[in-house]
């Protein structure tokens, strides 16, 4: 029979061991399984300082603000009445971050078994007697929004929420659905879907704060006084801005709707031990943060402000105009005039009839089913009878029997209906596809319809559409991708804004001999130097197509085109002549310099 002998060392609630080694661990594991569990006082009962351990480890969990703790009793080494219990311990803080390091307890035997030493190095090997743990978050510094011409044009900032709090109102003494009701009454420009019964019923219910708004520091200081109402408080919060407001404003809206989220990056931590009086004493972990790279759109802040300067030149008609890059599909300006601005984004979802520019699709597909080439002659009657419908030239304009080129180059739309009346119901669809109308393109930070053109088995329809006045539908950024399809001469390139979201396509893109673009471009400079938009003479190799589309009551100025790496559709609605547009690109071109993208 064993019996087991226990020396009084210190008075403990664990009793005595038949075995040395054995004894320690598992008064170890008692101790750590109640600390792991947040069992205070049980495990402040096993140790020989039961206030002063409850206080240090009660300290460790909320200076750490952790969520779990998992601690595994190691190597046992024991001399006499005394042992060294070798500890594991990782603790799980927020945002799943984890903590892992390794200590001692030190374990005595007394009259009633194996309790630990109290030591602070029971939290921490590094923890000091009077030290606590703290756990302090390091936020990453959040990325900018950049151009591509490499300025910044959102940026870091804050704005101020606005809360309804029904505790503060409570405090006040005041009626909280009369408080809501208020602060709904000034904040329901901010926010439209605010709902007084709803707001109320649930702060009342939950007991906390109700975000209400959120809007600039300048928006607020407007209306502080009005703001002055019980329940109602404020904090900052850190939001994307623009650099400035006037660069692509409605553009940078949506561009922060879809990145907002993306440019916090990965905040930091460290754990340091805090001395008495509040000052950090040691850094026991420390995580730098991980920012977020900065975030590129293809937008150029160049080419941007010389469209902007150009479409803001008058008011009176609705002016868009977007510019992309052939080479690469990257959209270099998206630019509105306010007039147009009110109507919403009618450069990029805005549909309608093209006019004569839609002779540039037209031509490709002569060329490419090889009904014609740009020196093949071609009739250009001041009037041409297509089934029922007698179809005339602007004016009645007549030029006989003329080259395609010049043809093209003075507009014939006797011309151009002929060609499309002989041509099969899908190829003036085919060939619009292959020159980037009629797909739906899902480009991110940007809402974007390209158009559309029918498979048309009707005469005169097809006709009609021929010359962009039947049943064709564009909008600015499709006709832009035709001129650059023309000007990258292999095919439709892919529109996109934020560069490292790839846009979607869906919809067939067939292809077009390079050859059918070779052809079309003398035809499209020929329309600068002596044909309808020689306004624009001089201001470099422009190569381009004028159109003007008529609507009841009006017709509508168009103009699309490429000069080195930039092409354009500048679209002037209810505008009448097509110089008018030619006359806004003429200032866009001015504003670059005759160099810029050549």
Known sequence: MIVAICTVLIAATVGCSTSED???????????????????DTAASLTDASDTSMRAME??????????????????RVTGD?????????????????????????????DQGWAVLWASTAVHPKLGADQRLSLQIIEAPRATVNESDGSEVMVNGTVVGVNFDPVEAAEQGASIPDSVTSAVAVLRGFNPDLDEQAITEQVTSNRRQYPLARMTHAQFDRLRDRLAIPGVVTNEQAELVPKDPKFAPALLTEVKKVVDGEVAGRAGWRVVSVNPNGLDAD??????????????????????????????????????????????????????????????????????PPGSTFKIVTAAAAINRKMATPDTIVPCPGEIQIGPRLIPNYDGFSLGAVPMLQAFASSC??????????????????????????QQYSIAGLDAVSGSVPIENELVARSEDGFGQGKVLVSPLGLSLVAATVANGVKAPVPQLILDKPTVVEGPTPTMPAEVYRQLRPMMRAVITSGTATVIDGRGAVYGKTGEAEFSGGS?????????????ATLVVGGGDSNNAVAVTRDFFDALGPGYGV
């Open 556 to 568: 509508h100025a168009w103009f699309a085109g490429y000069r080195g790496d930039i092409a354009f």
């Open 22 to 40: 054995d004894g320690p661990r598992r008064a170890a594991e008692r101790f750590l399984e109640a600390y792991s569990q947040q069992d205070l």
């Open 283 to 352: 850094v026991l972990a420390d995580h730098a943060p991980d920012p977020s790279p900065a975030i590129s759109l293809s937008l150029s802040r160049t080419v941007q402000t010389a469209a902007q300067r150009a479409v803001n030149a008058t008011n009176r008609f609705q002016i868009a105009m977007v510019v992309v890059q052939p080479s690469t599909g990257r959209i270099l300006a998206v630019a509105q005039n306010p007039a147009a601005d009110a109507q919403g984004p009618i450069a990029t979802t805005g549909l309608y």
């Open 82 to 110: 005394t042992a060294e219990v070798q500890v594991a311990y990782t603790w799980t803080l927020p945002r799943g971050r984890e903590w892992s390091y390794d200590t001692a307890l030190r374990m005595g035997r007394g």
């Open 59 to 76: 300290s460790a969990w909320s200076g750490l603000a952790a969520e779990a703790l998992e601690a595994k009793a190691g190597r046992v």
């Open 413 to 438: 739309n006797t011309t151009f209906a002929k060609l499309a009346s002989q041509m099969g119901p899908s190829d003036l669809a085919h060939t619009a596809a292959a020159m980037g109308i009629g």
